[in-house]
Antibody
């Protein structure tokens, strides 16, 4: 079975940094685009970033551009999101999601999410 | 960045059909056949229900169907069941500079 397990969330002060990880199993990780999507508790979904199969195509939402960095380690079957210059409005549950082949908005498997809280 | 517009809530009785709309623009929903729909139960991760406007992933009941007309996409759920009560989000591609938008979400209540 496909499994995506996020980790690395927690509490951090404004201006701080955090690295999220997403451990993948049950599929050929290096064959899939991967995404990060976030959700403020009680609010809607917001796409954050995506990375293609070999890391040569990376895209970000405007709200995180220049502050967040997505990467992947195919040897470890792990997706990362390095977050810096964190702000209160970055507080959210962060999900990693697997992309459907050839579909930029089809996310067919999701992790359980990891909560990031930015507060002083 | 703009967002896709969904009704905040819809409701229906068991066995009935409901439709959830997702209004975009000619730059996103109207331009690309990349619209997906997600179901989210409280405290759970989203689940893909429809992709490429009309396609259903394996395991999704055929009571769920998607369509698009102009700049508006729709998710129709027929034969409503109690377990369909959830939040539903549409999502559209918006091109290389903006990429991906989600709608604000619609809460479906099964009466």
């Amino acid at each position: 079975d496909v499994q995506l397990v996020e980790s690395g969330g927690g509490s951090v002060q404004p201006g701080g940094s955090l690295r999220l990880s997403c451990a993948a199993s049950g599929f050929t990780f290096n064959s899939y685009w991967m995404h990060w999507v976030r959700q403020v508790p009680g609010k809607g979904l917001v796409w954050v970033s995506r990375i293609n199969t070999d890391g040569s195509i990376i895209e970000y939402a405007d709200s995180v551009k220049g502050r967040f960095t997505i990467s992947r380690d195919d040897a470890k079957n792990t997706l990362y999101l390095h977050m810096s210059s964190l702000r209160a409005d970055d507080t959210a549950v962060y999900y990693c999601a697997r992309g459907l082949f050839g579909d930029p908005v089809g996310f067919d498997n999701w992790g359980q999410g990891t909560l990031v809280t930015v507060s002083s | 960045q703009s967002a896709l517009t969904q009704p905040r809530s819809v409701s229906g009785s068991p066995g009935q059909s409901v439709a959830i709309s997702c209004s975009g623009t000619s730059s996103d929903v109207g331009r690309y056949n990349y619209v997906s729909w997600y179901q989210q139960h409280p405290g759970k991760a989203p689940k893909l229900m429809i992709y490429d406007v009309t396609k259903r992933p394996s395991g999704v009941p055929d009571r769920f169907s998607g369509s698009k007309s102009g700049n508006t996409a729709s998710l129709t759920i027929s034969g409503l069941q109690a377990e369909d009560e959830a939040d539903y989000y549409c999502c559209s591609y918006a091109g290389r500079d903006i990429y991906v938008f989600f709608g604000g979400g619609t809460k479906l209540t099964v009466l």
